[in-house]
């Protein structure tokens, strides 16, 4: 059993809070009956739920992780030809969409789902979801200057939010250092922007963790179904997330 405004979010019909206002507004019939109560729980594959006369769609919610290659936009089409996301899904019948943007250049996690509702907790800048990646730069970084990153370093959009920052691996044969970066928030093309900031431009950048979802082996351009238990705490990590930046325990 689940809220009402949870299923009829997850349903696609609108946003949990405007859901909320259309159960008040006493648009929404459960089994035939007009509920506007909040809090109602009712049984999706059983109940019949319908939104100003029309029942709603039951669609089956999917949570997928892909390690996306680089060279692939982050997209269900492309305009130009070049190679998207739902090129790389073939076993999946829902219309699943990206959480998020990772750019072409870049490569690494990517989390696909129809869940309109959890993808907004993921991605809206309140919640301050972690992202980690592993940038590689020509040079050794010194550590004043990853400790700009940590500070919160000024970008043409206005001030980062401190990183948590630290050396993977220096490679002195190549002159190459594989730093770990991780960010709060999701500004377009953030990271390669703070190291560019510090004048050491990323070369290759990997995203190797959203949340608390790893690749753990997963191969470049495979994908596969998140558990039940790594979707309850991406979304609890969102909760926890946005409760913490209000001040709340």
Excluded: W
């Excluded at 997928?64 to 269900?76: D, Q, R, W």
Aim: aromatic share 4%; glycine share 8%; with cysteine.
């Amino acid at each position: 059993m689940e809220r009402l405004q949870k299923v009829l979010a997850q349903a696609g019909v609108a946003s949990r809070r405007k859901c909320e206002e259309i159960i008040t507004a006493g648009r929404v019939e459960v089994n035939d009956e007009t509920v506007t109560t909040l809090g109602v729980k009712v049984d999706p594959a059983v109940d019949v739920i319908k939104v100003d006369g029309r029942p709603i769609n039951r669609q089956q919610m999917t949570y997928l992780l892909f390690n996306k290659p680089k060279g692939v936009i982050t997209s269900a089409s492309d305009p130009e030809g070049r190679k998207v996301v739902s090129d790389y899904i073939h076993d999946v019948k829902e219309r699943i969409y990206p959480v998020g943007r990772l750019d072409y250049d870049s490569e690494g996690v990517l989390l696909l789902t129809n869940d309109g509702e959890l993808a907004n907790l993921l991605t809206h800048p309140r919640h301050h979801v972690a992202k980690t990646y592993h940038a590689t730069v020509k040079g050794v970084p010194h550590g004043d200057s990853l400790d700009k990153l940590r500070q919160g370093i000024q970008l043409e959009d206005g001030m980062t939010a401190p990183a948590e920052v630290e050396y993977v691996d220096i490679n002195p044969d190549k002159n190459e250092t594989i730093v770990s970066i991780t960010i709060h928030e999701g500004r377009n093309r953030q990271v390669r922007r703070m190291f560019e900031a510090i004048h050491f431009p990323v070369e290759r950048l990997k995203r190797v963790q959203f949340g608390s979802v790893q690749l753990d082996g997963l191969m470049r351009g495979k994908y596969r179904k998140l558990t039940n238990a790594e979707v309850e705490e991406l979304r609890r990590t969102a909760l926890q997330s946005h409760n913490v930046q209000k001040g709340r325990p």
